[in-house]
Nanobody
Framework: QVQLVESGGGLVQAGGSLRLSCVASGLTFSTYIMGWFRQAPGKEREFVARIGWSGGTYYSDSVKGRFTISRDNAKNTAYLHMNNLKPEDTAVYSC???????????????WGQGTQVTVSS
């Protein structure tokens, strides 16, 4: 079955950086659009970024210019490079896979368990 495993979260000071990784198995990774989402306590899941089969990217306005999504199809891995982190970026970050060009969480059928990112002020 499809399995997505995130890693790389942690505690960082405001202005710092982190790189999240998402390793996929059980699917033909290169044929899927990969997305990153986040969910803060008491808030709904929020789209962060997505990357298509050929590397086309799309970001939410809240992270544009600070976060970069990338993928390595040979390693079945998607990445989220996060720079200039802010306290409001604190959330559980999850990766997900879909074949639909969308930002809607409901369209992503496979999800990882998430990794916690905490940004201190």
């Amino acid at each position: 079955q499809v399995q997505l495993v995130e890693s790389g979260g942690g505690l960082v000071q405001a202005g710092g950086s982190l790189r999240l990784s998402c390793v996929a198995s059980g699917l033909t990774f290169s044929t899927y659009i990969m997305g990153w989402f986040r969910q803060a306590p008491g808030k709904e899941r929020e789209f962060v970024a997505r990357i298509g089969w050929s590397g086309g990217t799309y970001y939410s306005d809240s992270v544009k210019g600070r976060f970069t999504i990338s993928r390595d199809n040979a390693k079945n891995t998607a990445y989220l490079h996060m720079n200039n982190l802010k306290p409001e970026d604190t959330a559980v970050y999850s990766c997900a896979a879909t074949r639909i060009l969308t930002t809607a969480p409901s369209a992503f059928g496979s999800w990882g368990q998430g990794t916690q990112v905490t940004v201190s002020s």
